[in-house]
């Protein structure tokens, strides 16, 4: 019984590892799974002529930020960071 727990515990202990935590690009608090206005972005690069390259950056936002009406704001700062 002891051999069963212990093997229950480490394949529990495995799936928490490989869980990927996101945080807020903005506050850098941890998103609760429970935030159901948070919101996941890809801005995309462009090139000199307005193409896209192919590459994107992620940004996750938290819904205490898009209350506050911050976003649109903060992700046009973020993406001038970006080059």
């Known amino acids: 019984m002891a051999g069963a727990v212990a ?7 495995l799936v928490m ?9 903005f506050t850098k608090r941890p998103i609760s799974p ?3 206005s948070s919101v996941v972005y890809g801005l995309g690069e462009l090139d000199e002529n307005g193409r896209y390259t192919g590459k994107k ?3 996750s ?7 506050s009406g911050l976003a649109d704001w903060l992700l046009h700062v973020e993406s001038k960071n970006i080059r």
Do not use: M, N
Not at 61 to 67: L, N, P, Y
């Open 7 to 13: 093997y229950i515990l480490e394949k529990f202990a």
């Open 57 to 59: 950056t992620i940004v």
């Open 34 to 36: 429970q935030d159901r």
């Open 17 to 25: 590892a490989e869980r990927v935590i996101r945080k807020c690009a």
């Open 61 to 67: 936002v938290c819904g205490s930020i898009r209350q």
